[in-house]
């Protein structure tokens, strides 16, 4: 399938650029060298970065062709390239086969033309990887060397990253940047919480030893639980106050359980009136609530107390230990639902009045570059705190995989209802480097340029960008960060190109 050719970047180059015979730093000497030329560009499938010499009549002019598969950035590794200069004066064109590359990703194609003047080359891949037709326009071919251009002999600009060394970097990317509009945003910072009726902090409902049996079979932090789950047992202390107040709760609900079942048995056969019963019914409800009072646990068959998780979930924290006394009201576990957490935004005041219960919001959390969704506003504060200066916004976000941790901190991106026009790219391609946002634009197939960003909304794994980039500039979207490596070295890259 032939691609549409999107961006074209041509550089005249000396000719002891990438493969020249003469030393690279020798200015005076590469002076006086006729000017080569780097040709980059890309279709909607392939892109194609080129060197070559001056190309002069009569002279073999040996090109590099590299040929990248964007679909992963890899090199062509195998595949016929047809090569076709056709003169723009008219006449026969020059055609060129190479059946497979001289290394992964290169082709050195040695053309030699028989008449100056302008021609234009259609190259054809044929590829199992790709299948192409790439044009690149305006190739000048000079009589003789004399009539060739001089090179200047100044030294190249910007970050050099070899394509040897993009095609063996895991997850190298790059896109163009476009114009276009986002949703306007602000952001803020956020924390992940528990969500309302899915944490519980279970304590001692009355002072006594942890059962040691029990321990060993309660359940460890991580581990997942049922509601009214077993998590421990308590043998009562002797002689506690509150194990006697919980004595006589329970005993007081055994006695509410009888006469309420006498009762009962008494209306039946018309032997008391209702209103005996409802009063059964009264008490036998305030003896349950005293004893819920004391965490409703039940005795076992041994006398202890069973402290039970009141609601399903993980573990998040054990504080239990075989044999030791703990008061009423000594923290135990903790539990925790997870499927569903909260996130709790601290809305600048300046933004307050931009925010809705409609609004969207995405978020990014520490150590990670995955994109979460809120799925919908909880509540939305209607005071500026005093203090920070800040509107609390609360958002309910689904957790079905666990990924998010609570108490995890994140980056909230919050939508505005209004929308930006500027140029996008993906928020991938952005780096942050002491505070400040940059960006690496790829100005040729192997040079580079650090860019320092201003920003606007996010949305959909795009970010708007004020400043900085300009639309239809490549950015690199993924492993940017060794290019900014390759930016901070002092060592010039050997070059690997086989021309």
Same mark, same amino acid.
């Given at each position: 399938?032939?691609?549409?050719?999107?961006?074209?970047?041509?550089?005249?180059?000396?000719?002891?650029?990438?493969?020249? %015979?003469?030393?690279?730093?020798?200015?005076? =000497? +590469? #002076?006086? !060298?006729? $000017? &080569?030329?780097?040709?980059?560009?890309?279709?909607?499938?392939?892109?194609?970065?080129?060197?070559?010499?001056?190309?002069?009549?009569?002279?073999?002019?040996?090109?590099?062709?590299?040929?990248?598969?964007?679909?992963?950035?890899?090199?062509?590794?195998?595949?016929r390239?047809?090569?076709?200069?056709?003169?723009?004066?008219?006449?026969?064109?020059?055609?060129?086969?190479?059946?497979?590359?001289?290394a992964?990703?290169?082709?050195?194609?040695s053309?030699?033309?028989?008449?100056?003047?302008?021609?234009?080359?259609?190259?054809?891949?044929?590829?199992?990887?790709?299948?192409?037709?790439?044009?690149?326009?305006?190739?000048?071919?000079?009589?003789?060397?004399?009539?060739?251009?001089?090179?200047?002999?100044?030294?190249?600009?910007?970050?050099?990253?070899?394509?040897?060394?993009?095609?063996? %970097?895991?997850?190298?990317?790059?896109?163009? =940047? +476009? #114009?276009? !509009?986002? $949703? &306007?945003?602000?952001?803020?910072?956020?924390?992940?919480?528990?969500?309302?009726?899915?944490?519980?902090?279970?304590?001692?409902?009355?002072?006594?030893?942890?059962?040691?049996?029990?321990?060993?079979?309660?359940?460890?932090?991580?581990?997942?639980?049922?509601?009214?789950?077993?998590l421990?047992l308590?043998?009562?202390?002797?002689g506690?106050?509150?194990?006697?107040?919980y004595?006589?709760?329970?005993?007081?609900?055994?006695?509410?359980?009888?006469?309420?079942?006498?009762?009962?048995?008494?209306?039946?056969?018309?032997?008391?009136?209702?209103?005996?019963?409802?009063?059964?019914?009264?008490?036998?409800?305030?003896?349950?609530?005293?004893?819920?009072?004391?965490?409703?646990?039940?005795?076992?068959?041994?006398?202890?107390?069973a402290?039970?998780?009141?609601?399903?979930?993980?573990?998040?924290?054990?504080?239990?230990?075989?044999?030791?006394?703990?008061?009423?009201?000594?923290?135990?576990?903790?539990?925790?639902?997870?499927?569903?957490?909260?996130?709790?935004?601290?809305?600048?005041?300046?933004?307050?009045?931009?925010?809705?219960?409609?609004?969207?919001?995405?978020?990014?959390?520490?150590?990670?570059?995955?994109?979460?969704?809120?799925?919908?506003?909880?509540?939305?504060?209607?005071?500026?705190?005093?203090?920070?200066?800040?509107?609390?916004?609360?958002?309910?976000?689904?957790?079905?995989?666990?990924?998010?941790?609570?108490?995890?901190?994140a980056?909230?991106?919050?939508?505005?209802?209004?929308?930006?026009a500027?140029v996008?790219?993906?928020?991938?391609?952005?780096?942050?480097?002491?505070?400040?946002?940059i960006?690496?634009?790829?100005?040729?197939?192997?040079?580079?340029?650090?860019?320092?960003?201003?920003?606007?909304?996010?949305?959909?794994?795009?970010?708007?960008?004020?400043?900085?980039?300009?639309?239809?500039?490549?950015?690199?979207?993924?492993?940017?960060?060794?290019?900014?490596l390759?930016?901070?070295?002092?060592?010039?890259?050997?070059?690997?190109?086989?021309?």
């Amino acid at each position: 399938m032939t691609g549409r050719i999107l961006f074209l970047a041509f550089a005249v180059v000396g000719a002891a650029a990438c493969g020249g %015979t003469k030393p690279a730093d020798n200015d005076a =000497a +590469t #002076a006086d !060298e006729p $000017a &080569g030329g780097a040709i980059t560009l890309w279709t909607d499938s392939t892109e194609l970065f080129m060197e070559h010499p001056a190309l002069i009549v009569g002279a073999p002019d040996k090109f590099a062709v590299h040929l990248t598969d964007l679909t992963d950035f890899a090199p062509l590794r195998s595949g016929r390239i047809t090569l076709t200069f056709m003169p723009r004066g008219g006449g026969a064109p020059l055609v060129v086969v190479q059946d497979t590359p001289r290394a992964p990703g290169i082709y050195g194609p040695s053309p030699t033309f028989t008449a100056a003047g302008v021609y234009d080359l259609v190259i054809r891949v044929e590829s199992p990887q790709a299948r192409d037709s790439i044009v690149v326009p305006g190739l000048t071919v000079y009589a003789n060397a004399a009539a060739a251009p001089r090179d200047s002999g100044g030294a190249e600009s910007g970050i050099s990253f070899l394509k040897e060394q993009a095609w063996k %970097t895991p997850g190298f990317r790059s896109a163009f =940047a +476009t #114009a276009g !509009e986002l $949703a &306007g945003s602000f952001e803020a910072p956020g924390v992940i919480e528990a969500a309302a009726g899915r944490f519980a902090q279970v304590s001692a409902p009355i002072a006594g030893l942890v059962d040691a049996s029990g321990v060993a079979n309660a359940p460890a932090p991580g581990m997942r639980v049922s509601r009214g789950q077993t998590l421990a047992l308590l043998a009562p202390s002797l002689g506690d106050a509150g194990s006697a107040a919980y004595a006589e709760a329970r005993a007081r609900l055994r006695e509410a359980e009888d006469e309420h079942a006498r009762a009962v048995r008494l209306y039946a056969v018309e032997a008391v009136p209702q209103r005996r019963v409802h009063e059964a019914e009264i008490r036998l409800a305030a003896a349950r609530e005293a004893l819920a009072g004391y965490g409703g646990g039940e005795l076992s068959a041994n006398g202890r107390v069973a402290v039970r998780s009141p609601v399903a979930g993980v573990i998040a924290d054990r504080r239990v230990t075989p044999g030791s006394r703990v008061e009423a009201g000594t923290l135990l576990f903790t539990v925790v639902d997870p499927s569903v957490v909260w996130l709790r935004v601290n809305v600048p005041a300046a933004q307050a009045a931009n925010v809705s219960r409609t609004a969207g919001v995405e978020f990014l959390v520490e150590g990670s570059e995955r994109v979460y969704v809120a799925r919908r506003v909880v509540s939305l504060g209607s005071v500026i705190d005093s203090l920070s200066r800040s509107v609390p916004l609360l958002l309910e976000v689904a957790n079905t995989d666990g990924t998010l941790k609570v108490g995890a901190a994140a980056r909230v991106s919050v939508r505005t209802g209004q929308r930006e026009a500027g140029v996008t790219m993906p928020a991938s391609a952005v780096l942050d480097e002491d505070g400040r946002p940059i960006a690496y634009v790829q100005l040729e197939g192997e040079t580079f340029e650090r860019r320092t960003l201003e920003l606007g909304p996010r949305a959909g794994g795009l970010v708007l960008v004020r400043r900085g980039i300009q639309a239809g500039e490549r950015v690199v979207t993924g492993a940017a960060y060794q290019v900014r490596l390759a930016s901070l070295s002092t060592a010039v890259p050997a070059h690997g190109h086989e021309h």
